[in-house]
């Protein structure tokens, strides 16, 4: 089967690529594989188990996980500005006739220096 094709604008095409270059870096990942997931609510906590990021609607991230889950799961492969990854099944579903953009959370709170998370939206919300 061919990989799915997800439209995004240049900045949400780049934030999935760095994400997945930088899990493709990490030693800790070896041997999984980057999967798209649109989450509805997600936290993350410092070392020093501070919250540091909570984001109250839908947005995407990337995550990794070990090819039999990938495959158990029956998550397609899709491709964003010529990276190929997986989807979640329900995330490439919803993600269907959307566009990746970067835009402000309009719930909850991201770190200084990142203020932007990855959101599908229908292609009349984004201008040009």
């Avoid at 799961?73 to 329900?90: H, I, K, Q, Y």
């Avoid at 993600?95 to 203020?115: C, D, I, N, S």
């Amino acid at each position: 089967m061919d990989p799915i094709p997800i439209d995004a604008s240049p900045d949400a095409a780049d934030w999935v690529i760095e994400r997945v270059m930088e899990g493709a870096l990490d030693p800790d990942l070896e041997g999984r594989v980057p999967v798209l997931w649109l989450a509805v609510r997600h936290r993350r906590w410092d070392r020093d188990e501070r919250l540091i990021e909570e984001i109250q609607e839908e947005h995407g991230i990337v995550q990794w996980h070990r090819p039999g889950w990938v495959a158990g799961m029956f998550c397609p492969e899709v491709v964003v500005s010529g990276l190929r990854l997986f989807a979640l099944p329900g995330a490439a579903r919803r993600l269907a006739g959307k566009r990746l953009v970067l835009r402000p959370p309009e719930f909850g709170f991201t770190p200084q220096g990142k203020p932007l998370i990855l959101k599908a939206v229908d292609d009349d919300q984004e201008p040009g």
